[in-house]
C-alpha cells in the first residue's frame, strides 16, 4: 500500500495553460509542504500548509489542504517556463516529526 | 549565503573506498536530516540527529552507514567501503525544531561509485 502518491508524474503543457498537481494519501497529516526542485539543486521550500481547508497563494501558484488534511492540491495559474521542475509533496505525519516524500510531478512547460 | 551548506557538490571514490558528506546547517538550526535520492526516485529519509544525539537512524542501513552532528562543526555523513550501489544524491536538510516546523535543503552531494 502506498503511502503517498502524487500525480500526474509527468506533465508537459505550453506556456499560458492551467495545470493542478495533486497529493493524495489516507493517512492524515499534520501539516504538509510543497518544495520545488531543479535537476542538479536541492529542494526549495515553496510553502507549508497546516490548517484542513487552507489555501495559500505565492504569485501564480495556489496550495490547498484538504479538509481532512489528507491531500493536498497545486494549481499554477499561466505557467510559464521557469516554473519547469520536480514538485514534490512532503507531509508530515500526524503525532511524528517526519516527513514523507512523495516521486513527485515533473512539470515542463514549452515556450 | 545561510541556506544549508554541503560539500562536496560532487564527490567520486572507488569501490572499497571511504566517503564522508558534510552539512552545516541554517544559523540557528539544531535539527539535521539526511537523505538519500536515486534517479527518478523520491527522497529517502535516512537518518535524523540533533546536536551530539542521533534521533532517529531507522532510514540508514545497519552497516556500513554512520552519521554524527558533533557539538562543534557540521553533520557528518559516513559510508565505509562504498559499493556501487551507493551511488546516489545525499542530501541535507535542516530545521529549527522538530514536528511542523519546515525543512530547509542544502543542494546535495552527488556521490559517484566507480
Known amino acids: 500500500t502506498q503511502l503517498l502518491e502524487q500525480s500526474p508524474q509527468f506533465l508537459s503543457i505550453q506556456e499560458g495553460e492551467n495545470l493542478t498537481v495533486y497529493c493524495n494519501s489516507s493517512?492524515?497529516?499534520?501539516?504538509l509542504q510543497w518544495y520545488r526542485q531543479e535537476p542538479g539543486e536541492g529542494p526549495v521550500l515553496l510553502v507549508t500548509?497546516?490548517?484542513?481547508?487552507e489555501v495559500k497563494k505565492l504569485k501564480r501558484l495556489t496550495f490547498q489542504f484538504g479538509d481532512a488534511r489528507k491531500d493536498s492540491s497545486l494549481h499554477i495559474t499561466a505557467a510559464q517556463p521557469g516554473d519547469t521542475g520536480l514538485y514534490l509533496c512532503a507531509p508530515n505525519l500526524a503525532g511524528t516529526y517526519k516527513y514523507i516524500f512523495g516521486t513527485g510531478t515533473r512539470l515542463k512547460v514549452l515556450a | 549565503n545561510a541556506g544549508v551548506m554541503q560539500n562536496p557538490r560532487h564527490l567520486v571514490r572507488r569501490r572499497g573506498q571511504e566517503a564522508r558528506l558534510r552539512c552545516s546547517p541554517m544559523k540557528g538550526h539544531s535539527h539535521v536530516y539526511w537523505y538519500r535520492q536515486l534517479p527518478e526516485e523520491g527522497l529517502k529519509f535516512m537518518v535524523y540527529?540533533?546536536?551530539?544525539?542521533?534521533?532517529?537512524e531507522s532510514g540508514m542501513p545497519k552497516e556500513r552507514f554512520s552519521a554524527e552532528f558533533p557539538k562543534e562543526g557540521p553533520s557528518i555523513l559516513r559510508i565505509q567501503q562504498v559499493v556501487r550501489g551507493d551511488s546516489a544524491a545525499y542530501f541535507c536538510?535542516?530545521?529549527?525544531?522538530?514536528?511542523?516546523?519546515?525543512?530547509?535543503f542544502g543542494d546535495g552531494t552527488r556521490l559517484s561509485i566507480l
Open positions: 500548509v497546516v490548517t484542513g481547508g
Open positions: 540527529l540533533q546536536k551530539e544525539n542521533i534521533i532517529d
Open positions: 493517512s492524515v497529516f499534520s501539516s
Open positions: 536538510a535542516s530545521s529549527l525544531s522538530q514536528g511542523n516546523q519546515p525543512q530547509h
